[in-house]
Structures are given as structure tokens and as C-alpha cells.
């Protein structure tokens, strides 16, 4: 999973010289621009730069600080991240049914690889698809984001739920 997230990352911050064009383009930009990783990096930053509010307020700036200080933090927000993946499947796991994992699983990456595949024979080969099949990876990019956040979520759930049944046991 840390794998996955790193290589969004470093996928995310080629991408974003298109933002600059500065002149030496990075060497993977053309072959990584038709997939949505910009936009997946950001929305997976999106709670890192919610939580580093509070930093901002006593002056410091993981986002658009020193970029050494955003690497790192980048990297530690991503290794708690797959953590919290691992620990939450480990305990949370066996709540859903196989049913709903075969959804949660294999509906937004067929979508993803669908999308993708749709998307780069656009690119590559200028097929004359409709406009609104240009927007089906990012789509799917925030599909998948918000499957992540969402099993977070039922997680998080299970967990309240836990704390409060073994209190009212207790009691």
C-alpha cells in the first residue's frame, strides 16, 4: 500500500510541471501525463493539509514550506496512512461480508483500469471519443479516494461502536 502511495506521489509531482514549465521537462512527464495522478496526489493530501492547520497558525508550513519539510511530511502522512489501511483491515476486516469487499474491491478498479484504458487510447491514438469520456479517469480517481475515505469512515464506525458496547458491558 505505502508502495501505491509513494508512486502517486512521485507520479503527482511530475505531473505538476505542467504547472511551470520551466524548462527541463522530467524525463516520465509525457509518458505519465495521461493518467490522473495529480489529482489522486491531492485529494490523498487533502487530510495533511487539513490536520497542518493548526501548524500554520504558530508559522509553520508543511504544504508550501521548505521542500524537504512537504517530502517528509508527504512521507510520514503516506506511511500512517497505509498503516492505519493495514490495522483497520486486520481488526475491522471480518465485519463486512465477502460480498461487499468484492464491491469495495472490484467496482472502482474495473472503473480505474476501464477509464485509463479509454482515456490513454484517446491520447495515444486520437480516437474520436465524446468529451465527456475525457473526464472518466478523474472520475474514477476521486471514486477511488473517496472508497478509501469511505472504509476509513466505516471503520472509524466500527471502533466507536466497540468503545461504546464494551462500556455499556462494563457498566
Sequence with gaps: MLVAFVLIAIGGHIQSWAFS?????PPLYDLLSPF?????WMELLFPLAI????????????MSGPFWL??????????LLACLLVVSFEHYGHRFPKWAW???????????LLGLIVHTLQHYFYLPL?????????????????????????????????KI??????A
Design 36 to 40: 490522473p495522478l495529480w489529482a489522486m
Design 21 to 25: 514549465d520551466v524548462p527541463p521537462k
Design 51 to 62: 490536520f497542518s492547520i493548526p501548524l500554520r497558525l504558530i508559522g509553520i508550513d508543511i
Design 165 to 170: 458496547k464494551r462500556r455499556d458491558l462494563a
Design 102 to 112: 468484492a464491491m469495495i474491491i472490484t467496482i472502482p478498479l474495473a472503473l480505474s
Design 130 to 162: 465524446p468529451t465527456s469520456l475525457e473526464a472518466i479517469p478523474y472520475f474514477l480517481g476521486n471514486l477511488l479516494t473517496a472508497v478509501l475515505y469511505l472504509y476509513f469512515l466505516f471503520c472509524l464506525g466500527f471502533f466507536a461502536y466497540d
Design 70 to 79: 512537504f517530502v517528509a511530511a508527504n512521507g510520514l502522512y503516506f506511511y
